[in-house]
């Protein structure tokens, strides 16, 4: 049998959470894939170190991180855009969950203009990542890859003093040369084995608690888009990790579960806020929008084997042991205790904690959903039977995490408006020369 890592790369999560970002809009799919591409060809040109194409090409995959926080649709991102309120957020965010240092930095800095007084590496880091941002945004779908190119370049060529490193830019010029550069880039597959080489043999591996850190990132970075789910994951993560332990699970194991309570709703970034965000009942073609996020946390955790167990127990949450969950339709010979606990973690946290638009519930009114539910073969009836026996410690356990979560969120809110305000005036005005059409 293949030995799985104990330690995982940091490309392996955070490509992870790329995917899951480059599904929110049909029309930019794989914009982070192409950037982090585009990037790392630039970076050779330029003869980056190893170590500097490595940041550069992890900033890339998830320089927009921040769009989700702001509900900002890509539509935002056009190559006339100046905006930066979301790489700001997107640093904020990152600053104190970052297990490399300068990624923060590099995304924070990723729409600004170059300063040919600052060529320390940070700032030419973003510059470039900024260089190929726009050159993929640049990129239409409705001709041929190769008939854009003359339009592209004259369009940077305009920008090379104003916005970009000119170092930077005739590189690009040269890279523009080769039809493969080119034709890479409209390829997700070609992009992604380009990508997956360049981190072979896995390098910046981590341990699990700091692959908990980095899960514990994204779980705010999902769950922060609304405020119906702010704290929701923070829960599920505890109670699950909890369960896990009573039932003697190993500490790594425990950990295991705790990380994947912290990505079971990853697929959700692919779900509209109007969606995530409505108080009453779904409508028939809502509900099938939002059936679709555990497929896509499946998708998402599926970039290395080294995530295969916390996939299936993260992304099986909504199976059910009578086969009528979804996406799957696993029964319960199909599903491992892993994914049973998350099954019962997911519906014991939901309808415990408080959403706006109700009061979290008491323990008769869940006992009596908890049983009707282990009745009706759709949850673990001994599952079942340990959290309502000591309901009142599971129940503690996920108030203090989601208290404690809750008062992040309106912390980082406070915050969040604070740079906003900041930022107001700070972006693209009619007295500031304007892109080449």
């Known amino acids: 049998m293949k030995k799985i890592n104990e330690k995982i790369g940091i490309y392996e999560i955070l490509k992870s959470f790329s995917y899951s970002m480059d599904l929110i809009s049909e029309t930019v799919v794989g914009h982070h894939n192409k950037v982090a591409y585009i990037s790392l060809e630039l970076g050779k040109e330029m003869n980056l170190s190893n170590t500097q194409l490595k940041k550069l090409v992890i900033s890339a995959l998830i320089h927009d991180l921040g769009v989700f926080y702001l509900h900002q649709s890509f539509s935002d991102l056009s190559f006339d855009s100046r905006r930066n309120q979301h790489a700001e957020i997107g640093y904020h965010l990152l600053k104190n969950n970052s297990p490399i240092a300068d990624i923060p930095e590099i995304i924070r800095y990723h729409h600004h203009e170059w300063d040919k007084k600052n060529n320390d590496e940070i700032p030419r880091l973003s510059n470039i990542l900024h260089l190929a ?102 829960g599920i993560a505890a109670i699950s990790a909890h369960l896990s332990k009573y039932l003697n699970f190993n500490k790594k194991e425990q950990k295991k579960m705790k990380i994947a309570g912290y990505l ?142 809750k008062k992040y969120f309106n912390k980082f809110n406070r915050k969040a408006k604070n740079i906003l305000d900041s930022l107001d005036g700070e972006n693209i005005s009619s007295d500031r020369p304007e892109a080449l059409k």
Request: some cysteine.
């Open 133 to 234: 941002d726009r050159i993929a945004v640049l990129i239409k779908d409705d001709s041929p890859i190769l008939s854009q190119k003359k339009r592209i370049i004259k369009i940077i060529k305009k920008n090379r003093k104003l916005r970009f490193c000119p170092e930077a830019v005739e590189k690009f010029i040269k890279l523009s040369i080769r039809e493969d550069f080119w034709l890479n880039i409209i390829s997700n597959t070609r992009i992604e084995k380009k990508l997956d080489d360049f981190f072979l043999p896995p390098s910046w591996l981590i341990n699990y608690d700091e692959v908990l850190k980095i899960s514990n990132l994204i779980s705010h970075i999902i769950d922060f888009r609304s405020s119906f789910t702010a704290t929701h994951s923070e």
């Open 264 to 405: 079971h709703d990853i697929g959700k970034l692919v779900v509209p806020p109007a969606v995530l965000n409505k108080s009453g009942k779904l409508t028939n073609e809502e509900w099938n929008i939002m059936k679709t996020h555990t497929y896509y946390t499946y998708q998402a955790l599926s970039t290395t084997e080294n995530l295969n167990t916390i996939r299936e127990w993260a992304s099986y949450h909504h199976e059910k042991l009578n086969g009528k969950g979804y996406p799957f339709h696993l029964n319960k010979n199909q599903l491992s205790l892993g994914s049973k606990i998350m099954g019962v973690s997911d519906v014991f946290t939901a309808i415990t904690e408080d959403r706006p638009y109700r009061k979290g519930m008491e323990y008769s009114k869940v006992k009596i959903i908890l049983n009707e539910m282990a009745v009706e073969n759709e949850l673990d009836e001994e599952l079942v039977g340990i959290v309502l026996d000591d309901f009142d410690e599971f129940n503690d356990i996920r108030e203090e995490v989601q208290v404690k979560t």
